[in-house]
């Protein structure tokens, strides 16, 4: 949020000065909790090691110790421990019955007050009328999206008004190299059935 309104104060063609009072936060330091440590879930985790953050986990299946201890990740069995105790919470679930609004009133009322909810999953695992209520009463202090429901959002839908919200269009995977890596993945499965031979990306193995 601080980039995006910062790169807005930056070009504004009111702009004349740069406050010297305007502050964002550290992630050095800073506890991610991430909902969801599956294989993306993991290396969101590497990454934020790097930063040296504190790394708290949900997961319906504990990982193994060795894996852990890679990431330095603490389990945490119930989420509500997680959410109290996280700096960002990010949410990288499949969506399922289970996880439809896993986020909800509750959830982001257990989260800090200084706290930022980041989902990189599906846009209904999230309360989104909770969410946008819990920013405009500072609940939470912010929110990063880059899925919705639908995509895009109505355009008066009241997250769209708020200045404590980034929403960018599902664009995870947006890169030259992340888009060929796909295609290559589904050549490579379509290969597999036509040969009769063990299909590489299966989504329900047999």
Request: contains cysteine; charged residues 25%; aromatic residues 4%.
């Amino acid at each position: 949020v601080c980039l995006y309104s910062g790169s807005q104060i930056a070009v504004s063609p009111d702009t004349k000065h740069f406050a010297v009072d305007w502050l964002g936060v550290e992630v050095t330091g800073a506890t991610l909790g991430i909902i969801g440590m599956g294989s993306i879930g993991y290396k969101v985790a590497q990454r934020a090691r790097a930063f040296d953050m504190r790394i708290l986990y949900h997961n319906r299946n504990r990982r193994r110790k060795e894996e852990e201890e890679a990431v330095g990740a603490r389990y945490c069995e119930k989420m509500e421990d997680l959410l109290q105790q996280s700096d960002f919470v990010m949410l990288v679930v499949n969506l399922t019955p289970e996880t439809h609004k896993l986020i909800g009133k509750k959830e982001l009322g257990l989260m800090k007050p200084t706290a930022a909810l980041i989902n990189i999953s599906r846009g209904a695992v999230v309360d989104q009328e909770a969410l946008a209520e819990a920013l405009q009463k500072k609940v939470i202090r912010a929110a990063a999206l880059d899925v919705t429901y639908p995509e895009p959002l109505p355009r008066d839908h009241p997250l769209l008004k708020l200045n404590n919200i980034i929403i960018t269009p599902h664009i995870g995977t947006a890169t030259v190299q992340a888009v060929r890596m796909m295609a290559e993945e589904a050549i490579a499965n379509i290969l597999a059935v036509l040969h009769g031979q063990p299909i590489p990306s299966e989504v329900f193995p047999k």
